[in-house]
C-alpha cells in the first residue's frame, strides 16, 4: 500500500532547508563585515582603497610649471582630481586603476588648457563636443 504524504511530513524539512538558505549566506556576509572592520584584507577592497592619487603632470621642457587645479581652472578647464590613468594611452594597452589629476578641455563649453599646456586625446575623435585632458607642449 502507497503511503501519502502529509503536511507535517514535509514541515520539518522544509524548514530547516529554509533555515539553512538564509543562514549560510548570512553567516558569509557577517564575517566579511568583521574582517573588515578588524582591517583583514581577505575580502577585496572597495573602489576607493584601491585608487591612489598620483601628482599632476609635469612640464617637460625644462621650466617648473605644473598642471594643478587653480591654474586649470585659472585657464577656463575643468579639474577631475580623479581622470582615468588610461586617457592617452594607446588600443590594446594594460592601464592601471589609479586616480589621476586631469584638467580636461574642449568639449561644447570650450573648456581650456594653461599656457605651456595643449588640448589632447580628444574623445570621441572628430565630434564638436569632444573632451580631452591638458598635456605639457611639445618643446
Same mark, same amino acid.
Given at each position: ?7 507535517? +511530513? ?57 598642471? +594643478?587645479?587653480?591654474?586649470? %581652472? /585659472?585657464?577656463?578647464? %575643468? ?8 586617457? /592617452? ?31 589632447? +586625446? ?6 564638436? +563636443? ?10
Amino acid at each position: 500500500m502507497k503511503r501519502s504524504w502529509t503536511p507535517d +511530513d514535509i514541515a520539518l524539512p522544509f524548514f530547516l532547508v529554509l533555515v539553512a538558505a538564509i543562514a549560510i549566506p548570512l553567516a558569509f556576509v557577517m564575517r566579511a563585515r568583521l574582517d573588515v572592520e578588524r582591517g583583514s584584507r581577505t575580502v577585496a577592497p572597495s573602489v576607493t582603497e584601491q585608487q591612489r592619487p598620483v601628482p599632476p603632470p609635469q612640464r617637460t621642457d625644462g621650466s617648473d610649471a605644473s598642471l +594643478d587645479e587653480i591654474a586649470c %581652472r /585659472g585657464a577656463g578647464g %575643468r579639474w577631475n582630481p580623479c581622470g582615468s590613468a588610461c586617457r /592617452g594611452a594607446s588600443t590594446g594597452t594594460v592601464c592601471i586603476q589609479v586616480c589621476v589629476p586631469q584638467c580636461e578641455c574642449g568639449g561644447i563649453a570650450g573648456f581650456g588648457c594653461p599656457d605651456g599646456f595643449v588640448c589632447s +586625446d580628444l574623445a570621441p575623435p572628430g565630434a564638436s +563636443d569632444a573632451m580631452g585632458i591638458c598635456a605639457p607642449r611639445a618643446p
